[in-house]
């Protein structure tokens, strides 16, 4: 089975805090994806990633930044945590595909609260 | 960049009874993807639909990709209270690298 781990399930930072969220995945998938989770707006993706060292920003990169040195690990970096980035993390990964993305495998999950 | 609407937000059903999620696009689509979220749980990949008017089904699942891949649709027969949690629609438009997903439909289900 794949397993996708995040480093944390709760989290609480302070504003301005600097915030790292890893995720590990077992699966040697070439993608990796960041989004975030909030009520009635559904998964909106920070950053992917489909290859080592490369990254494309998604819908909302505003205060976030990435980092992957390593094809099994994608991390997310706050640089410094605001009270409007508490949310739902969740990490996935998938394989590239012929030409399309294949279908994604989540994480658990880790809920940022930033006070 | 593209709009995705999932409709409805939220759907009430006495088991037993069916269930559909649609999900529509304002632009031609490379490819979707379904994906079930169980209350406390974490999206969960269910399908794939590639081709225009592309049909797949997975037990009591049938998923539909419209003819002009701008829509999909996602249907439960005779629902069952293992069916309850949120499904997403997640929508690719890769001439420009775009991805997107539905809000979501809530399903819950009275025994």
């Known amino acids: 089975d794949v397993k996708v781990t995040q480093s944390s399930r709760y989290l609480v930072k302070r504003t301005g805090e600097k915030v790292f969220l890893e995720c590990v995945q077992d699966m040697d998938h070439e993608n990796m994806f960041w989004y975030r989770q909030d009520p009635g707006l559904g998964l909106r993706l920070i950053y992917f990633?489909?290859?080592?060292?490369?990254?494309e920003k998604g819908d909302i990169p505003e205060g976030y930044s990435v980092s992957r040195e390593k094809k099994e690990r994608f991390s997310l970096i706050l640089e410094s945590a605001s009270t409007n980035q508490t949310s739902m993390y969740l990490c996935a990964s998938s394989f590239r595909g012929t030409g399309i993305i294949d279908g994604q495998y989540f994480g658990p999950g880790t809920r940022l609260t930033v006070t | 960049g593209q709009q995705v609407m999932q409709i409805p937000q939220y759907q009430h059903v006495q088991e037993g009874e069916d269930f559909t999620t649609y999900c529509n696009s304002s632009t031609t689509l490379s490819n979707i993807q379904w994906y079930k979220q169980r209350p406390g749980g974490h999206p969960v990949f269910l399908i794939q639909?590639?081709?225009?008017?592309e049909v797949k089904k997975q037990k009591r699942l049938t998923f539909q990709f419209g003819e002009a891949k701008k829509n999909s649709s996602l249907h439960i027969t005779a629902t069952q209270t293992t069916d309850v949690g949120t499904y997403f629609c997640?929508?690719?438009?890769?001439?420009?690298?775009?991805?997107?997903f539905g809000a979501g439909t809530r399903l819950t289900v009275k025994p």
């Open positions: 639909l590639v081709k225009s008017g």
């Open positions: 997640a929508a690719f438009k890769y001439n420009n690298n775009d991805m997107r």
């Open positions: 990633s489909y290859d080592v060292k490369m990254k």
